[in-house]
């Protein structure tokens, strides 16, 4: 794992930090193209493609530029999201001891609609996708209608992509992604590696786009780890490509946002959480502005103001 320190961050951005921006870019760009290009050269045996990853690794983002950039090369893409696949709440089995749904438990899938469609897809055959709604937690099975033709690649993200209960029936039609955020950012007292670094992704969207606190978006990774354990990262291993999506540049995008989050909080709960050791870090870190991040760059999956429709 790559590891990054504080002082050699702010001395690119502070020489040319456009041009520090576009080599990072560059570098997630240049692996997704790579993938992309494989992809399509087996499309005729396997037209579908599973990304899986844990919460805040930047599936979303990964699986629409991979589309993008499939279609740039000749072939028709689509992608879709797992999450519309869940069960109602009422249907779905994995439940926490509070009453609350277990989304990071694959028993949540509706795994037969997911599978009738994966096959339909695959003989050309017309779908409607469902469109989950999180707020009512459950399923609207009127959506977009879809036809496959020969050369179409259908992309299917969410973080159960490699899970067999998932995928094992179907890994003749599917190739497969695991998408991971890896990565350390040092600097003489405090090191922020993976796991950290996607809480502050989080963080960052979830008080944007859910309007929750900082409090809650903790105490909710702390189940999501629980879930990652169980369910993801031991199937790791069954991914044709892995691609890191961190952005040399992103913690100082999110800088300014993250402490100002962070300086209400009760000195008691940082310290905790370790947030008081995360501010320490930021507050040494070199601001620079959201308008140096491309439009589509995946960091705007947390900030908002993308041209990726999300």
């Excluded at 893409?77 to 779905?92: Q, R, V, W």
């Amino acid at each position: 794992m790559k590891k990054y320190q504080v002082a050699e961050l702010n001395e690119l951005l502070n020489d040319s930090p456009r041009e520090a921006v576009q080599q990072a870019e560059e570098v997630y760009a240049d692996s997704l193209k790579a993938v992309a290009e494989e992809i399509c050269e087996q499309s005729a045996q396997k037209p579908i493609v599973f990304i899986a990853g844990t919460s805040g690794s930047s599936k979303t983002t990964t699986a629409l530029r991979l589309a993008e950039y499939i279609e740039q090369m000749g072939h028709r893409a689509y992608a879709l999201s797992m999450d519309d696949y869940f069960l109602n709440k009422d249907e779905c089995q994995a439940i926490f001891d509070g009453g609350e749904i277990d989304y990071e438990s694959p028993l949540c899938v509706d795994r037969k609609l997911l599978g009738e469609h994966m096959q339909k897809m695959a003989r050309h055959e017309m779908i409607e996708i469902p469109q989950f709604d999180f707020v009512k937690q459950c399923r609207k099975n009127e959506g977009e209608i879809l036809t496959c033709k020969d050369g179409d690649i259908v992309i299917i993200e969410g973080i159960h992509g490699l899970n067999p209960l998932i995928t094992a029936d179907y890994s003749d039609l599917a190739a497969k992604i695991y998408v991971e955020l890896q990565a350390c950012v040092v600097d003489e007292e405090t090191e922020i590696c993976s796991d950290k670094l996607r809480m502050l992704r989080r963080i960052m969207r979830d008080s944007r786009f859910r309007g929750h606190t900082v409090e809650r978006t903790v105490a909710y990774c702390t189940k999501l780890s629980q879930g990652e354990q169980k369910f993801i990262l031991p199937f790791v291993e069954k991914a044709d490509w892995r691609v890191n999506t961190f952005l040399d540049y992103e913690l100082n995008i999110y800088r300014n946002d993250i402490l100002a989050l962070f300086a209400p909080l009760a000195v008691d709960f940082k310290n905790e959480w370790g947030l008081d050791e995360i501010g320490r870090l930021l507050e040494n870190l070199r601001f620079l502005p959201l308008e140096y991040a491309p439009k589509d760059s995946l960091v705007r999956e947390f900030t908002g103001e993308s041209s990726l429709k999300y």
